[in-house]
């Protein structure tokens, strides 16, 4: 189904002005301009207009219309690349991972205020997910099993989700049979089974620098040592870097990536190179374990591909989840396993037991007649415009010398401070103020990101939102001085 005429059009502009044919300061063609051009009614020309002006691409002027706002300054310069030939000697020292007393320091501080608005999390907002639908599945569900309770949940779960699951990873062009899923408790579990059925205690793991924290705790769960190889802001993990480390640690015993937009960066790798990593490490028989939480977000119209879409040889576990793009508290992700799959599923019964069946038929009954698909074109759409006006708002109020690379979809910006700024400082006088962001330092082991903050754009646009952001440049300015 195509998306809604009045996002049809607001793409139309939007891509105008992207490209220049319609410059800061222009005047935008009026409402009943826009009605006779594109034979559109009232409210589609004005839902339009919104949309634009919520994307921080349109201002209204009274009596005069809308116009091309012109940002207050430059746009911010994007990420620098690092030097990924020859990363620092302590991202490839091979670290237990040492993070959780760091973490749990912060997390803590967490619970010591009261936090009014939260850009800390890499959720939505809960009215961008399709609640009101999965309410009336959820009653669905108990009427056609009125003693689903009563019930022992067998170990390969809900047979219909699993074939819903496999159809959505054809997006992904991910060829995969229904019993060659393994339902997890979110992607989280899913790489912790994976770690497990690859690696023994004491064992390497390559994994991306910067990287999700969780995925840091869950290493140092395991007695796991991370390699950080560092990434690209455009094009994700450096080869020649994990080339290196390899050479470094012949001890490695895995990798772990986020090829499609990945965390914290928003970095997406391109074709060439994912093809390159599966085969490199299915030279080496390295295990490449493939966490997939974002990609339904991308704004292009044409779906990412995974990294298992070029697996000839079951050398990849690809991990992924509903709970970013459908419902966090569905908590429902899945994996499938290649060479490892029956340990795999041997590892997840045994740990945790079977999935909840309630879940898991909700989240089929959603997902097998399009709605999926349709709530995913919303959100791409909705993230996308909250993701710009966010990115435009640092732009104009925060100092010279910040960075940031806009991403082409996910829920969150990785920003570079101007240099000799804390972002752990900052977090913490954010936090006095009951704002929640997440400092820089919180994703590696080394302290080489304390420059950075991660900021979430999965809230709409409002005044609440507004005035946070402003406090928040208020004080990274403070901070400056």
Known sequence: MPDPLYQQLATRYREAIHAGTLAPGDRMPSVRTLMGLH???LSTALQACRELEAAGLLEARPRSGYFVCAPARPALRPLAEPDLSLPDADL??????GIHARISSIMASWQRHEIHVDFGGAFCAPALYPNEALRTAATRAMRRYPDLYGH???ADGHAPFRVAVARHAMRARIRIAPEDIAITYGCT???HVALRAVTSPGDAVAVESPTYYGLLQTLESLGLRAVEVPCS??????LEALELAARTHADIKALVVVPNLQ?????????????RLVAWCEERGLPLIEDDCFSGTVDDDVPLAALKAWDTTGNVIYCASLNKVLAPGLRLGW??????????????INMSRPNELLPQIIAADFMHDGAFERHLRRLRVQLRGQREWVAGKIARTFPEGTRLTLPRGGMHLWIALPEGLSSSRIADRALQEGIRVLPGAMFSNSTRYDGYLRVNCGTPRSDTIERALDRLAAIVMRDER
């Open 152 to 154: 022992v949940v067998q």
């Open 335 to 348: 994996m499938t396993a290649g060479k490892w799959q029956a340990r795999v599923e041997m590892l997840k």
């Open 189 to 191: 579990e899913a790489l």
């Open 39 to 41: 034979e559109v009614s």
């Open 92 to 97: 490839l020292a091979g670290q237990f991972a």
């Open 233 to 238: 802001p455009q094009t994700g993990i450096s």
């Open 263 to 275: 965390n914290p960066l928003g970095c997406i790798m391109p074709d060439a190179n994912k093809a």
